[in-house]
Protein backbone atom coordinates (compact mmCIF):
# COMPACT_ATOMS: atom_id res chain seq x y z
CA UNK A 1 0.00 0.00 0.00
CA UNK A 2 1.65 3.57 -1.23
CA UNK A 3 -0.90 5.65 0.47
CA UNK A 4 -0.92 5.06 4.46
CA UNK A 5 -4.15 7.43 4.76
CA UNK A 6 -6.90 5.34 4.47
CA UNK A 7 -8.16 1.40 3.70
CA UNK A 8 -10.33 2.53 0.95
CA UNK A 9 -7.19 3.32 -1.24
CA UNK A 10 -5.66 -0.17 -0.76
CA UNK A 11 -9.01 -1.83 -1.21
CA UNK A 12 -9.04 -5.16 -3.63
CA UNK A 13 -9.77 -4.40 -7.51
CA UNK A 14 -11.29 -5.59 -10.27
CA UNK A 15 -8.68 -7.97 -12.56
CA UNK A 16 -9.21 -6.11 -15.47
CA UNK A 17 -9.90 -2.85 -16.78
CA UNK A 18 -10.67 -2.14 -20.81
CA UNK A 19 -9.67 1.60 -19.60
CA UNK A 20 -7.57 3.14 -16.93
CA UNK A 21 -7.19 7.37 -16.94
CA UNK A 22 -4.42 8.69 -14.74
CA UNK A 23 -4.68 12.52 -13.96
CA UNK A 24 -3.05 14.93 -11.90
CA UNK A 25 -3.92 17.15 -8.86
CA UNK A 26 -2.04 20.07 -7.32
CA UNK A 27 -3.07 20.21 -3.71
CA UNK A 28 -2.06 23.37 -2.09
CA UNK A 29 -0.45 22.43 1.12
CA UNK A 30 0.69 25.32 3.73
CA UNK A 31 3.98 24.73 5.90
CA UNK A 32 4.72 26.88 7.68
CA UNK A 33 4.06 30.43 5.70
CA UNK A 34 4.45 29.03 2.89
CA UNK A 35 2.21 27.53 0.86
CA UNK A 36 3.64 24.53 -1.81
CA UNK A 37 1.22 22.56 -4.40
CA UNK A 38 1.48 18.51 -3.48
CA UNK A 39 1.00 16.77 -6.82
CA UNK A 40 -1.14 13.63 -6.66
CA UNK A 41 -1.47 11.00 -9.28
CA UNK A 42 -5.27 9.38 -9.28
CA UNK A 43 -6.65 6.99 -11.63
CA UNK A 44 -10.14 6.23 -12.95
CA UNK A 45 -11.23 2.79 -14.74
CA UNK A 46 -13.47 1.32 -16.91
CA UNK A 47 -14.15 -2.25 -16.33
CA UNK A 48 -17.54 -2.57 -18.43
CA UNK A 49 -19.36 -0.16 -20.58
CA UNK A 50 -20.21 2.54 -17.95
CA UNK A 51 -19.36 1.05 -15.22
CA UNK A 52 -16.48 2.55 -13.43
CA UNK A 53 -14.29 2.67 -10.45
CA UNK A 54 -11.97 4.79 -8.65
CA UNK A 55 -8.44 2.75 -9.20
CA UNK A 56 -6.81 5.03 -5.98
CA UNK A 57 -4.64 7.95 -5.62
CA UNK A 58 -0.82 8.12 -4.59
CA UNK A 59 1.37 10.69 -3.25
CA UNK A 60 3.86 13.01 -5.46
CA UNK A 61 6.78 10.35 -4.27
CA UNK A 62 5.41 7.95 -6.05
CA UNK A 63 6.85 6.47 -9.42
CA UNK A 64 5.32 5.07 -11.64
CA UNK A 65 6.63 1.46 -11.17
CA UNK A 66 5.41 2.14 -7.45
CA UNK A 67 1.67 2.94 -8.77
CA UNK A 68 1.82 -0.26 -10.98
CA UNK A 69 3.05 -2.63 -8.31
CA UNK A 70 -0.27 -1.26 -6.32
CA UNK A 71 -2.78 -2.49 -9.16
CA UNK A 72 -0.85 -5.44 -9.50
CA UNK A 73 -1.27 -6.04 -5.55
CA UNK A 74 -4.37 -4.90 -5.61
CA UNK A 75 -5.95 -7.47 -8.26
CA UNK A 76 -5.54 -5.71 -11.59
CA UNK A 77 -4.03 -8.08 -14.01
CA UNK A 78 -4.84 -6.22 -17.23
CA UNK A 79 -5.27 -3.20 -18.53
CA UNK A 80 -6.84 -2.43 -22.50
CA UNK A 81 -5.61 1.10 -22.89
CA UNK A 82 -3.92 3.29 -20.43
CA UNK A 83 -4.69 7.53 -20.92
CA UNK A 84 -2.56 10.66 -19.18
CA UNK A 85 0.68 11.23 -18.15
CA UNK A 86 1.91 7.44 -17.15
CA UNK A 87 3.71 4.80 -18.39
CA UNK A 88 2.44 1.43 -16.69
CA UNK A 89 2.86 -0.53 -20.04
CA UNK A 90 5.95 -2.13 -18.95
CA UNK A 91 4.05 -3.67 -16.00
CA UNK A 92 0.39 -4.52 -18.10
CA UNK A 93 1.72 -5.69 -21.54
CA UNK A 94 -0.50 -4.70 -24.42
CA UNK A 95 -1.99 -2.04 -22.73
CA UNK A 96 -2.41 0.52 -25.51
CA UNK A 97 -1.86 4.90 -25.31
CA UNK A 98 -5.06 6.20 -25.57
CA UNK A 99 -5.43 8.69 -27.59
CA UNK A 100 -2.87 6.63 -30.28
CA UNK A 101 -0.71 9.16 -31.59
CA UNK A 102 -1.02 9.43 -35.32
CA UNK A 103 1.19 10.22 -37.82
CA UNK A 104 0.38 13.13 -40.23
CA UNK A 105 0.07 10.87 -43.13
CA UNK A 106 -2.09 8.48 -41.69
CA UNK A 107 -4.56 11.42 -39.76
CA UNK A 108 -8.16 10.64 -41.21
CA UNK A 109 -7.01 6.81 -41.70
CA UNK A 110 -8.87 3.97 -39.63
CA UNK A 111 -5.73 1.77 -39.63
CA UNK A 112 -3.98 4.69 -37.46
CA UNK A 113 -6.98 4.09 -35.07
CA UNK A 114 -6.25 -0.03 -34.52
CA UNK A 115 -6.53 -1.86 -32.47
CA UNK A 116 -10.32 -0.76 -31.69
CA UNK A 117 -13.09 -0.28 -33.84
CA UNK A 118 -15.70 2.78 -33.59
CA UNK A 119 -18.22 1.47 -30.77
CA UNK A 120 -14.42 0.85 -28.61
CA UNK A 121 -13.38 4.20 -29.41
CA UNK A 122 -16.74 6.01 -28.32
CA UNK A 123 -16.79 3.34 -25.07
CA UNK A 124 -13.00 5.16 -24.43
CA UNK A 125 -13.84 8.30 -25.58
CA UNK A 126 -16.66 8.57 -23.21
CA UNK A 127 -14.26 7.47 -20.39
CA UNK A 128 -11.92 9.95 -20.93
CA UNK A 129 -14.86 12.54 -20.64
CA UNK A 130 -15.93 11.01 -17.35
CA UNK A 131 -12.19 11.59 -16.21
CA UNK A 132 -12.09 14.92 -17.02
CA UNK A 133 -15.33 16.39 -15.17
CA UNK A 134 -14.62 13.90 -12.05
CA UNK A 135 -11.04 15.88 -12.13
CA UNK A 136 -12.86 18.87 -13.18
CA UNK A 137 -14.90 19.05 -9.98
CA UNK A 138 -12.13 17.83 -8.08
CA UNK A 139 -10.06 21.12 -8.61
CA UNK A 140 -12.93 22.93 -7.82
CA UNK A 141 -13.37 21.74 -4.69
CA UNK A 142 -9.78 21.94 -3.68
CA UNK A 143 -9.80 25.84 -4.64
CA UNK A 144 -12.94 26.26 -2.93
CA UNK A 145 -10.86 24.37 0.15
CA UNK A 146 -7.29 25.08 -0.01
CA UNK A 147 -4.88 25.46 1.16
CA UNK A 148 -4.35 22.48 3.30
CA UNK A 149 -2.80 22.71 6.69
CA UNK A 150 -0.63 19.44 5.84
CA UNK A 151 -0.48 16.47 3.72
CA UNK A 152 -2.43 14.52 5.51
CA UNK A 153 -5.53 16.87 5.46
CA UNK A 154 -4.69 17.16 1.79
CA UNK A 155 -4.95 13.50 1.27
CA UNK A 156 -7.71 12.66 3.24
CA UNK A 157 -9.91 15.57 1.54
CA UNK A 158 -8.50 13.84 -1.51
CA UNK A 159 -10.07 10.40 -1.05
CA UNK A 160 -12.96 12.10 0.44
CA UNK A 161 -13.77 13.35 -2.83
CA UNK A 162 -12.75 10.24 -4.84
CA UNK A 163 -15.04 8.38 -2.46
CA UNK A 164 -17.67 10.70 -3.59
CA UNK A 165 -17.40 10.48 -7.18
CA UNK A 166 -17.07 6.43 -6.70
CA UNK A 167 -20.10 6.45 -4.63
CA UNK A 168 -21.62 8.22 -7.79
CA UNK A 169 -21.14 4.93 -10.32
CA UNK A 170 -22.53 2.91 -7.99
CA UNK A 171 -25.49 4.36 -7.40
CA UNK A 172 -26.32 5.49 -10.69
Not at 67 to 73: E, I, K, M, N, S
Not at 98 to 123: D, I, K, M, N
Not at 147 to 154: R, Y
Amino acid sequence: MICPHTPWLSKPLCCRYVFAGFKTLRLPVRVGDVVTDATWRWALGLFRQDEYEVLGAWPPQSTHEQVARDLHARGVERIVAVHGRTDCRSSFPGAVIWPPAVAPEEAGSTAALHPFGRRRRAVLQSAVATAAQIQSRIARAIKRRAPFSDEAAAAAFLTEMLQKADRRFFNA
